[in-house]
């Protein structure tokens, strides 16, 4: 299956902005690229590249005063098939996880497990370990939390949308990750393209998505709370503690986003 995906993404600067971009796919879908994906400019602006500490493909700018619009569409090879439901993995003692994961089982800005610890454990710590575990809590938070554009609000932590009741997909991610974190599992903050591709179509305008990784039988697994169940053409961006980290851009100074627009759609066969 082919995919084509892409955005404009439009920056109002009242001086030259320095700002971090996560805008680029993920290392570890560059070899899935059927053209390049390369960040481009309307304006003579230099970027250079990094790669920070979780893996994501980074740039740095300094953007202009006035407008700033920044591109990229490209075509990428997908299997289409559906997220994989891995039923038996298994939960790991946290004695026996790698040292680069560990991390992932600590409280973050947007995922404040002190806050949710005792709730979780008085509601999960009957279910079986691994997969099974992971699964009763993304039921949980997919019902708990109800999808609705206009409830979103960037400064809600998981703790939030657990009383809240209400966000975009951050806030189920968030929910998720920090549950899980309570319960001794890894879990990673996703985000990327997602489509419309073998569901409905959305009548909302398309965004970035986000959803989550957890760290069971050696391996991470896509989960999706918000969806709760598998779906078809993920493109990842990046991965990290939470949204703080894989923010599509960080700036050091005033910039106020004018312009929002995201592509992600299949590319019918000839």
């Not at 994501?56 to 075509?75: D, H, Q």
């Not at 298994?90 to 709730?119: E, K, M």
């Not at 657990?162 to 997909?169: I, L, N």
């Not at 709370?225 to 503690?241: D, E, F, K, S, V």
Request: charged share 20%; net charge negative; with cysteine.
């Amino acid at each position: 299956m082919k995919i084509r995906a892409g955005f404009h993404l439009g920056y109002e600067c009242m001086q030259p902005t320095p700002m971090l971009l996560v805008l680029n796919i993920h290392p570890s879908r560059r070899a899935d690229l059927l053209s390049d994906q390369i960040l481009t400019f309307d304006r003579a602006i230099e970027a250079w590249e990094y790669t920070d500490v979780f893996g994501n493909a980074c740039s740095r700018i300094v953007a202009p005063p006035g407008l700033t619009t920044i591109s990229t569409e490209f075509e990428i090879y997908d299997s289409g098939k559906p997220d994989i439901v891995p039923d038996d993995a298994v939960q790991h003692a946290i004695n026996d996880l790698p040292d680069d994961v560990l991390v992932f089982l600590l409280g973050s800005r947007y995922c404040d497990t002190d806050r949710l610890a005792d709730f979780a454990w008085a509601t999960f710590s009957s279910t079986p370990l691994g997969w099974a575990r992971v699964q009763a809590i993304c039921d949980f938070v997919h019902d708990h939390i109800t999808f609705d554009y206009l409830k979103a609000d960037v400064l809600r932590t998981a703790h939030g949308g657990f009383t809240d009741k209400a966000g975009v997909c951050r806030d189920f991610a968030h929910l998720a990750i920090a549950l899980c974190r309570c319960m001794n599992i890894p879990a990673r903050y996703c985000t990327g393209y997602l489509g419309d591709i073998g569901v409905p179509i959305d009548p909302n305008p398309m965004d970035f998505s986000a959803w989550f990784e957890v760290f069971l039988g050696g391996h991470w697994h896509t989960v999706d709370a918000r969806h709760n169940t598998p779906r078809i053409g993920r493109i990842l961006m990046g991965t990290g503690r939470d949204a703080t980290d894989v923010a599509m851009s960080t700036a050091f100074g005033p910039a106020t986003l004018s312009r929002f627009e995201v592509i992600t759609e299949e590319v019918p066969q000839e």
